[in-house]
């Protein structure tokens, strides 16, 4: 409503102005000014009066202020990020001032400024950091560290309890903050990798939390809150996943081969979803039915007795469930512990026994859930009850392997068949024997893109490339180079790839062999383990190649790593690490540190697993 000049002490001139501000003003700077005007006005009275009046007007003012929160991600593969993105709309949505960052980008001199922080944070393999909260993660946890008791903070932390440090960066980044003299928000919480419940769980008490500081009240408790990581207008996503139709399903190996390879081509029509090389495909696999049903018999169960699948109530028959909706090839540490109470059988309680770590691993190691049916019967607790404790189907990603500008409203994969005999039964990769056996051309597959903002071509299509990928890990490049022929790039770009034999396992070896021809691919240098006495893998054709590769890097190019983070992206590591010890005659720790550098610039990024 508009000021009018006869109902107020200002002149025609004062009620133009206060017009034209008072509409354009934020509810926090309303707030601000009335503190600023009380305290100016009693100022003027007497002291005694002045001074509380003051007082109030800074407490006012604090409070407007402390509505400042700053959410910083640590990601891999690009959940971390995007529920951060998430949380940043839904605070947003509570009038505050939200700073979002990733944690490779954050000024670590600003952490003493912070009031509120909230991690949003990975962990990558045995309980390392994700590459992109290393400087953070370092920071913190050395001597430089100030401390911290101003600061209030609370943590998720996301990870894979399959793994013996899970959600280990969360934990330690937890501990650090309140050994720094932080203060909790709201406690830690750990999540598994069917996130969803508990983020959307940790969203809302941050937001009551946060309000409860500030003295105002949430209206996430009514409005209710989204962690689904949905992007802007996109109707599908990890909690909808859409039915993408299988156009083409090819196995890449030559015949003679130990390998099977499959490169899947699916339909997006329709779906409106968009991803960029780099990014990743969740694929909603089924079950072995064969497995699901040699569970059930052993169990004793009936396969259409109804359970839930979920907090919201939804029942579905239990075979359809164990097909679909849980994990039963995955055994956990966690899932063992609660089965075993479940369990009459005194020897499944002693295995899941403190002091107990070493065997329980070893037992797990090649084993599923229905060799833990057969192995600790009898089971008497009823099928709702056991499938209660079962971990929820995790979306598996892979790596895109097409350019969507050069194949509209499709998206292809490179997927390898894990099978492998353990303990006296063959075994099959849950999604890629999916695809190798049972998975035809016309069915459908629940999907989702996945964002990797940490995996993306240069935005200088001029600027150099270095690709290393063995095996499956060619996928994203595959991506690249559709995309860099599309648009035309002309900066350089060399593929180093490997695998066991030329002639059987040179995966997408004519396109190559096209790109190279057409001058898309500028080099391509190739190892295959088993064609030589001794094995040659990647990194060995890398150091062939050292002083060409130090000068690419030296001229600006970025540096791209995809495949197994364990053995091969380690490798591949220090090779680069020897490199430039050898071509740019740094020291062992000037070399580490060149490393670290070219990554907080983003010139070397890894999509590793």
Not at 415 to 434: D, I, M, Q
Not at 467 to 472: A, C, D, K, L, S
Request: with cysteine.
């Amino acid at each position: 409503m508009a000021l009018q000049v006869k109902n107020s002490p200002f002149n025609e001139q004062q009620v133009e102005l206060l017009n034209q501000l008072l509409p354009a003003l934020t509810e926090t700077q309303q707030i601000w000014l009335g503190g600023y005007l009380s305290a100016r006005q009693i100022g003027q009275g007497s002291s005694e009066s002045s001074s509380a009046a003051v007082l109030e007007a800074q407490e006012i003012v604090k409070k407007v202020i402390t509505k400042e929160v700053t959410i910083l991600f640590g990601s891999q593969t690009g959940n971390s990020q995007a529920l951060a993105g998430k949380l940043t709309k839904n605070l947003q949505a509570e009038n505050f001032k939200v700073t979002l960052a990733s944690m490779n980008d954050f000024k670590t001199n600003a952490l003493k400024k912070i009031d509120n922080l909230l991690l949003i944070v990975s962990t990558q393999g045995e309980g390392d950091p994700p590459d992109t909260a290393l400087p953070f993660y370092e920071f913190l946890m050395g001597k430089r560290a100030p401390q911290l008791e101003n600061l209030q903070y609370s943590v998720l932390a996301l990870g894979d309890s399959s793994y013996d440090y899970f959600c280990h960066t969360g934990k330690e980044f937890d501990e650090r903050l309140l050994e720094l003299g932080a203060k909790q928000i709201s406690p830690r919480v750990d999540c598994d990798l069917d996130f969803d419940e508990p983020a959307e769980e940790w969203f809302a008490t941050v937001l009551l939390e946060l309000n409860d500081l500030q003295g105002s009240q949430s209206t996430a408790s009514q409005q209710g809150v989204d962690s689904s990581g949905t992007s802007e207008g996109a109707e599908y996503s990890r909690t909808n996943p859409f039915q993408a139709e299988i156009l083409e399903s090819l196995n890449l190996n030559g015949r003679g081969s130990n390998k099977e390879t499959r490169h899947i081509e699916l339909s997006l029509e329709g779906s409106n979803l968009q991803f960029e090389p780099g990014d990743s495909l969740g694929v909603y696999p089924k079950n072995e039915p064969e497995l699901v049903d040699a569970l059930i018999a052993e169990l004793g169960w009936n396969g259409e007795d109804p359970v839930a699948v979920n907090k919201q109530g939804v029942f579905r028959p239990l075979r359809e469930a164990l097909l679909s909706n849980f994990e039963i090839t995955v055994l956990t540490k966690p899932l063992l512990q609660k089965i075993a109470e479940l369990s009459t059988n005194p020897a499944l309680k002693e295995l899941v026994a403190a002091g107990k770590e070493q065997e329980l691993k070893d037992y797990m190691y090649g084993r599923d859930l229905l060799d833990v049916v057969r192995d600790f019967a009898p089971w008497e607790a009823p099928a709702r009850e056991f499938i209660g404790v079962l971990r929820k189907m995790p979306a598996r990603l892979y790596s895109i392997a097409s350019s969507l500008k050069a194949n509209p409203d499709e998206v292809h994969l490179t997927v390898g068949t894990v099978r492998y005999e353990a303990h006296g039964r063959e075994r099959l990769g849950v999604c890629s024997g999916e695809f190798a056996l049972r998975a035809q051309p016309g069915d459908h597959l629940p999907v989702y893109v996945q964002s990797n903002q940490n995996f993306r071509l240069p935005a200088d299509p001029e600027t150099p490339i270095i690709m290393i990928g063995p095996g499956t890990g060619i996928a994203p490049f595959r991506a690249f180079l559709e995309e860099r022929e599309e648009i035309g790039a002309e900066g350089k770009t060399w593929l180093f790839f490997g695998d066991q034999h030329y002639v059987t396992d040179f995966l997408y070896q004519t396109e190559w062999q096209r790109w190279a021809k057409d001058g898309v691919l500028t080099q391509i240098d190739v190892a295959f383990s088993r064609d030589t006495d001794e094995k040659v893998y990647v990194q060995h054709r890398m150091l062939e190649k050292s002083q060409e590769l130090f000068e690419w890097l030296e001229e600006g190019a970025v540096i791209y790593v995809c495949g197994d983070e364990k053995h091969m992206a380690a490798d591949v590591h220090d090779t680069l690490e020897t490199i430039l010890q050898e071509e740019g005659g740094l020291n062992a720790k000037e070399a580490a540190d060149y490393l670290a550098e070219i990554q907080q610039q983003k010139r070397y990024q890894r999509d590793v697993y």
